[in-house]
């Protein structure tokens, strides 16, 4: 690091050098201009000097007997006086008899072929000017004796945009990713202990890929590597070799290399690799210089020894996207995908991010675990940090229950919306969710515990039944499939119990979707249908996204469609039927959110059962249910 500023200081004094010369040449053919550029009339002790006069070459042939002197320079410009004293200055064609004739009248007559002062540097400035922007030029491109060159005089000094220097950040700042974590500790442990490894003949991985989701904490996973063996960490991203410069990309990867070898052992980080690192191919041929930059990363990531100390750790959201080369042990020889926590992880990492808030005593942070099923770390930060602001506004003390249900709601549904709306549609709203809450309890066995129901509008619902999941669930049963698809068709069967066929409204938009999605799914993917079988007829193709209906013919795919019409059809009949059975007490929970908006998990259950009723707690689903709401 000091090395390198004492460089850069002396390449700012050869380019001052450099400048000054050029200046001082600038002024010295500028004074020769204005000083010298002709001759002009002084007063000297009270005498005039005359002005010279210009004499054409026909008036030297007429006025030869007039001429007193005469001194011919370079370029045939004579200059004299005449006998009567005045000066002149005449361009004429060298001619021995105008001479000879000149000097049998008494004249004296010179020439002077001796280049002056001026005339010289007038020769040279600009043959010197050029010598030393060439060699200006080819120092550059030699980089001097630190490398870089031409591309760090147009970039700057530090073209990366390179985070140097020790993190603070350890293991203890990261939560939620504890496999992850276990991953890296033998990178740790080589760093602080690499005689271990040598004694046993064991290479440390030279390179890491970290991949996952947006937020996941990849970033902050390897600072923590870095803090924790206290090692120097330098961080840059894929987009910052990128430059509308050719071979700039190439000449940053070589001083970003340069500079960790010069600090190794250390951390070289790369976040957003695939900005240079995706997958090259012969039909590639406008981004060349992105493959020259992928190809100098493989070969410094290949070049380097063992036992050099450097680990190369890069971050991307998109793997699939990078070259086969790339990923070859010897470069990243460890690849390791960090998933969204589970349940222990989310409330571990809400814990951590806890002790930067007043949290009240109110707050479960079990049950926001709960509710915050599919959030990433930086999710979860993002949401304590909307509830403390909501706390703020509220005049709170502490950052209250309600605070965060609130900016959960917000997040998952969007900002309140102070819509006029009409009385029908309100009502019709209560009733729609009334319908949702009132089948998601017939299934209590089966279908997550309901959290709240609300009218209250939200982003583009106008309300919602929202469900807590007892735990992280990978998988769903036939019986489990049937019961939300019935849930989800539950609001339009209840608009169609309470208001009739031809008042039906467009409220049900979402739901039908999210049923039509969880429909196929299970019919061309799970093999959950007996009339289509244990065929897979979604393929992922080449980008990881799912064509529906791919490698089945015209019949497969319209038998396809009858099916899933089929189940929904027969989702909505039992809907129905279970509204019809508790027609009475779905007019009762619908007139209560009428009367009170929201109304609380427990609130719902003594409605429909009566009284305080405990539940058999049934397992999650992946992700909390925000399907219900009327949109």
Same mark, same amino acid.
């Given at each position: ?243 509308? @410069?050719?071979?700039? #990309?190439? $000449?940053?990867?070589?001083? +970003?290399?340069?500079? !960790?070898?010069? %600090?190794? *052992?250390?951390? /070289? ?29 493989? @070969?410094?990531?290949? #070049?380097? $020894?063992?036992?050099?100390? +450097?680990?190369?750790? !890069?971050?991307? %959201?998109? *793997?699939?996207? /990078? ?309």
């Amino acid at each position: 690091m000091k090395n390198g500023k004492n460089n850069n200081f002396n390449k700012k004094d050869g380019s001052r050098f450099y400048l000054i010369v050029f200046i001082v040449l600038f002024f010295v053919l500028g004074a020769r201009a204005l000083f010298f550029g002709g001759f002009r009339t002084e007063n000297l002790g009270g005498d005039t000097v005359k002005a010279p006069i210009e004499l054409s070459f026909s008036d030297v042939l007429r006025r030869a007997d007039d001429i007193k002197t005469m001194e011919i320079g370079r370029n045939d410009v004579a200059t004299g006086k005449l006998k009567d004293g005045t000066p002149y200055h005449a361009t004429i064609t060298y001619n021995p008899e105008l001479l000879e004739k000149i000097s049998k009248n008494g004249a004296t007559v010179s020439i002077n072929n001796r280049d002056s002062f001026f005339d010289v540097i007038a020769r040279w400035v600009p043959l010197l000017v050029g010598l030393l922007f060439l060699f200006w030029f080819l120092r550059l491109m030699r980089g001097g004796n630190n490398g870089g060159g031409i591309t760090r005089s147009l970039i700057g000094q530090n073209p990366t945009k390179i985070t140097t220097g020790k993190t603070k950040t350890t293991f203890n700042d990261v939560a939620g990713i504890d496999s992850e974590k276990q991953e890296l500790m033998e990178v740790v442990d080589f760093l602080k202990n690499k005689e271990k490894f040598k004694a046993l003949g064991a290479r440390v991985p030279r390179g890491i890929l970290l991949s996952g989701e947006p937020g996941t904490g990849k970033t902050l996973l390897a600072r923590a590597v870095a803090g924790e063996a206290n090692v120097p960490f330098f961080a840059t991203s894929g987009s910052d070799f990128s430059g509308i @410069i050719v071979g700039l #990309g190439v $000449a940053k990867i070589k001083e +970003i290399f340069e500079l !960790a070898k010069r %600090n190794a *052992p250390c951390i /070289l980080f790369i976040d957003e690799i695939d900005a240079i690192g995706q997958s090259r191919s012969k039909h590639s041929y406008n981004d060349n210089d992105r493959e020259q930059t992928l190809n100098q990363l493989l @070969i410094e990531m290949d #070049g380097f $020894a063992n036992d050099t100390g +450097i680990i190369v750790i !890069a971050a991307t %959201n998109r *793997p699939d996207m /990078l070259d086969a080369a790339l990923l070859r042990p010897g470069r990243f020889d460890r690849q390791i995908n960090i998933e969204l926590p589970n349940l222990e992880g989310r409330r571990a990492i809400l814990d951590l991010h806890a002790k930067k808030f007043k949290i009240g005593e109110s707050v479960n942070m079990m049950d926001v675990a709960r509710g915050t099923t599919g959030f990433s770390g930086a999710d979860l930060e993002n949401l304590l940090n909307e509830a403390a602001l909501h706390a703020v506004r509220s005049d709170h003390k502490v950052v209250e229950q309600s605070d965060v249900e609130e900016a959960r709601d917000k997040i998952l549904m969007g900002p309140k919306k102070n819509r006029k709306m009409r009385p029908e549609d309100i009502k019709l709203t209560a009733y729609h969710e009334a319908g949702h809450a009132f089948v998601s309890l017939h299934y209590k066995d089966i279908t997550d515990p309901i959290h709240k129901a609300t009218i209250i509008p939200r982003g583009r619902a106008l309300g919602m039944v929202q469900h807590l999941p007892i735990d992280d669930k990978v998988s769903m049963t036939l019986d489990e499939v049937r019961a939300n698809l019935a849930v989800s068709l539950a609001g339009r069967a209840s608009e169609e119990l309470f208001f009739g066929a031809n008042k039906i409204t467009t409220g049900a938009e979402s739901d039908i979707a999210q049923a039509t999605r969880l429909a196929r799914y299970s019919i061309t993917t799970a093999g959950l249908s007996d009339k289509i079988g244990l065929v897979a007829i979604n393929q992922a193709n080449t980008f990881g996204q799912r064509i529906a209906l791919e490698n089945a013919s015209e019949k497969t795919a319209e038998l396809v469609d009858n099916e899933i019409r089929v189940w929904l059809d027969n989702a909505h009949k039992d809907a129905k039927s279970i509204l019809t059975k508790g027609k009475a007490t779905v007019d009762k929970l619908a007139k209560a959110l009428l009367d009170k908006e929201t109304l609380s998990g427990e609130e719902i259950k003594e409605i429909v059962f009566g009284k305080k009723a405990t539940t058999k707690k049934a397992t999650a689903k992946p992700a909390s249910k925000k399907s219900n709401a009327k949109k």
